[in-house]
């Protein structure tokens, strides 16, 4: 899922950034001038190749504004599919539909129906045509549409499921758009929860008890769980890893879960990193907090974790090793969270769904401090965690120079006060100068009378050849 | 109740509406000239005997400001009867509380005590006259007055009841002030949010286990509802119609429903329709959801839905069929969310109250879009749903003019830049013609110094008949 | 609990307060004239010895300053201690850790663990170091070591309970710094809701049924308690009021309650008696609830309300009577509130913690009335009632003399408008003269020419007499 809903800041950016963007890349690779020129040309081959289809695919972006309408449209599903994870990009949205046929053709199904009837139904709202094209109103259609599917009761291939997942979907913009009204005013995305929203409301509006829309029986723990920590499965336990990452879409199944992990490593390094780091960090919480070990698993401690860990190391704040740590320390937040969230929501027959990765990235991106190590980026300008980093070392080199610009003027500003200094003694002591002379010439004129005309002449001269010197100064003030 | 607490602008705005308000009502009737004058003379006076206590009565409430303080109280509670429906009308109140009546004495009673509490409370606490005698303070006293008395399980006439009563009405002003407080920086309105809580609050700090005031016994749903679609009884399906309006004040006789439609038919005939509209949604919604027919019957899907299409549908909004689709999608994701509401609440022992109308009326009010046809009214400005499409008319109006303005502004600009550029065009020439000529002057001085003294005279002569023309266009530009 | 993060606003005015501190402490103090000048230099010798260790100890504060750091550490962690009741001032810190002691060693161990770890995660995140001076930090961090201590199933002195407490401790000022940027926008203080969210967090995500960290188990009252009114206790109502202030920290020793009013006496006499006001209104509406005996001897109706009175009453509005009224209103409240929550809250194994007092607190301080009297203090200017009440009347003194002021100059300019005018008048009786003179003259020049040259030297004399009358007020206007 997304930052946020980027308004109409982000279509200019878009259409711009196809330059941009190669020149950033180049910027970001250390360019080894001891390298054989044939080398580095190839090098750079590549890393034009990858700027094609890494990062947010900007100039595909591009190049598709000017497609038929459906291709457009199947673009930001893709892009929807992806913006769960944060991840602008098309190839990694099309690996992700297969990682979800891979687990459940039924499942990948209702997902697409739901990121379609979303897209739609932001495009009947008239929301911003570029947070439609960047997959912003998506996310939560294909949440929406595969978790209906995963907590139906009624089995697979049961086709009136798809009326509510429709009637859901399509409100997904709605509640979007509201939620945005209210989260703009702290400058905060909007992240998971209109998807949140919207399947514990059909959840709970229908319940295990329905006819029509019968949901799975979840219960709350009524008694200590059975854990004998020398049966634990240390494999499972590293498998949770995979499993974890891919349960944000709702799937147990390790290899989608792997094949997840790949379409995020082909956008973003970074992302790919905190993704692991977080379903790792949830793995460690549930040992800590005494979880029964089949939750665990299962990756149920892990996705709130993945989500949480992404959202707040690179992606909504720029990198610093600061920012690192917090992420960790937003992983372990978010871990407690969930068990409180599930434990609470289980009371009412509900999944703990991403609420507790909401609520905690939320709290940890309304932190205030007075350190400039803690760089929260301005919503428009969330891109992937690759260039928000060379967005903030651009703006830290920018106010650097304008540090030293202004330094600069200093000086020269005291560098000219004392020219101007020392031009205004050198015009006082020039008329202290003329004046003894002016002075002596008077006393000349007083004792030697008859030279009088000769000297008075001599006397004005000096004054001509003084007053150049008397009013030069003034040019330079 | 009401739309919100439109503050001072409402007390200059509600004196001066006397004479605005008929000929809003005259420039809406389509006038047809081709009737006989007498027809038309007719037809005028009826409107204008109509306008005397349809919409908000602003005639009449310009009339009771003069009155004695306790007759102007009583117009303030039956006005407060009748904002629970958003419709700011005595006589609307007034045929409200026969409805209640003809229910239930004591529920009455109750009502009433809770309208009038909460008016004092709201004076005590120095709140907005403007709002105060609109009813806007009295509408969730009512709420809180009757369902206190409809949940009670201490049976009619157990006159303790009317303690809490009085202080949870007098709280409704203090919750309305800080909810509003909140709710204003979106420009929203508090809706029944003060009811819900209070009621709530005390349903739950009480409980069915009390000794001093029990509460009914509400549980949550832990088996499958005994539905067969072939004992489905039509009559009683169209019946709850009424009955869900009826529910609105915690009623269910079908009789009390059909009043209170006569009570928003005379002040307001959009907000009846919507209000009928509703209440088939919401019914519709719960045969979708397989709700238990009883419920369905007894207007519990209902009345929730009604407010919710009453409030889009032309009440905050301004009505056009965008709106009113918007209004029905309201309706239907109000009656989700009912049952869902309900579903969680009930594990509390709680009814639903009229959360799931509030907060998807505040959902879809949050709304953005780019759109023009969807246009909400500022709260101040917010009276009934024909008046407030007169606003939106004349603005839209207002808005063409100042368009048509602004492009005959642009022309004249135009037409004036030409002017302009002619002028300068006819100087610049009278200025070569006078260089041409003071250079022929100058030739005649140089070949004829004799007449010099004259020619210069006439080369003067020129330049001051020059000057004027020089100078002339500075005037203009 | 404290106010707020007084922000930056807090350290210049700490600095600059001891001269301040003891001016008011004088001016308050109602200086008898009659009495002996020894008697009242001894009054006056007391009273600045009194100021050293009550309020706020501003010059302690400034003599910490310069301290070694761990005392300074020191200092802020008592005062977070004591901000649990508002009360900035590290003496009543030393007692209320006393007080705690007195109940449970091991108790108040995990209570300063809390606080120290607390006030380091402030100092490690960067927060500003005005409010962690005040203890605005700390205060979170006691209740969340106290309560965890308390709802511990694990018994005392169960180590392992050191890691969560200190890892929920350092979460404070996070989640601390996120609310202070949500309330802030309305310039509401966090109070505790920080410790709310975390100790609920914490208890409902380990829960009863955990093989680390189990909490004593809560559950909701599924039958009518037993109450007869003969075997009510009155020793033990009356001891439930110090339960009650005792409660505020988990406590339920009657001594420890006596020591923390005796703290709070110290630093603020209008906190302490709002305190006791508040644990009585506490426990009469619990009879009046008609809440089981055990619960209100226990001080579980009390310390809420304690809260919320010291708040309203004099912390965050100016004390006026009025103020005091809606205080006493706000205990009711909040005890109404505090056994909804209660029994909410028991559904999930939850105790109510201080919920009921942050969220009627909240709404009271959300209030907008008409009146004058209820002043809310900007969040910067909150320090503890009786300087607050100095602060509002100084307020009210300036305002009062700007009014005077303001009377004063529109006299002046109403006296030289009437000046301007006998000016103006006077000009134009001398313009009629002169007219009157010219004309007479002109008869004279047509009957006299001869006497021309005379009579028009004369009548320019006169001209140039008036001249000076007919310009001359120019000077004034």
């Known amino acids: ?106 499942w990948a199904l209702n997902g697409f129906v739901g990121t379609l009837f979303a897209t739609i139904s932001a495009l009947i709202l008239r929301q911003s045509r570029g947070a439609i094209a960047a997959g912003l109103y998506g996310y939560n259609g294909i949440l929406v549409g595969l978790l209906m599917a995963v907590f139906s009761n009624a089995g697979n291939w049961y086709w009136w499921l798809l009326l509510p997942n429709i009637f859901m979907s399509m409100m997904c913009p709605i509640v979007s758009s509201a939620l945005a009204s209210i989260n703009s005013r702290w400058d905060l995305p909007v992240f998971t929860l209109p998807f949140n929203i919207l399947v514990c409301l059909h959840m709970v509006a229908t319940g295990h008890y329905n006819h029509h829309f019968p949901q799975v029986l979840i219960q709350p723990r009524t008694e200590l769980p059975n854990i004998t920590w020398e049966e634990i499965d240390v494999a499972k336990l590293f498998m949770s890893v995979p499993v974890g990452i891919g349960q944000v879409y709702g799937c147990d199944n390790p290899w989608t879960g792997g094949i997840f992990i790949i379409s995020l490593f082909i956008s973003s390094p970074i992302t790919c990193a905190h ?69 609470i929501m289980s009371a009412f027959g509900l999944p703990a769904c991403t609420w507790p990765f909401c609520l905690s990235a939320l709290t940890f991106l309304l932190i205030t401090t007075e350190t400039n190590k803690i760089f929260k980026l301005p919503l428009p300008k969330v891109t992937y965690p690759e260039k928000n980093l060379c967005f903030f070392w651009k703006m830290k080199k920018q106010e650097k120079q304008e540090k030293l610009e202004e330094e600069r003027k200093k000086k020269e500003e005291e560098l000219r006060a004392i020219d101007d200094e020392m031009i205004l003694n050198e015009k006082e002591e020039l008329r202290l100068n003329l004046t003894a002379m002016e002075e002596a010439n008077d006393m000349q004129i007083v004792s030697m009378p008859e030279a009088e005309s000769e000297q008075n002449d001599n006397g004005q001269q000096q004054t001509t050849e003084d007053y150049p010197t008397d009013e030069m100064p003034a040019n330079y003030l």
């Open 1 to 106: 899922m997304p930052g946020s809903l980027f308004t109409k800041e982000l279509q200019p950016l878009m259409a711009q950034l196809d330059l941009k963007h190669e020149n950033d890349k180049q910027a970001a690779a250390p360019v080894q001038t001891a390298e054989a020129p044939c080398l580095q040309r190839a090098k750079a081959r590549l890393l034009k190749g990858v700027s094609y289809f890494s990062g947010d695919m900007a100039v595909f972006a591009k190049w598709m504004e000017k497609q038929f309408f459906l291709l457009q449209l199947l673009d930001w599903v893709l892009r929807g599919a992806a913006q769960v994870m944060f991840v602008n990009n098309p190839l990694s949205g099309l690996i992700i539909f297969a990682g979800l046929i891979l687990q459940n053709y039924w």
């Open 275 to 343: 993704a692991v780091l977080g379903s790792t960090i949830g793995m460690l919480s549930g040992l800590a907090l005494a979880a029964p070990f089949g939750a665990i698993y299962f990756g149920l401690w892990g996705y709130n974790c993945v989500l949480a860990c992404i959202a707040i190391g690179g992606m909504f704040y720029a990198l610093t090793w600061q920012v690192h740590l917090l992420a960790i320390t937003c992983g372990f937040f978010c871990a407690y969270l969930g068990s409180a969230i599930a434990n």
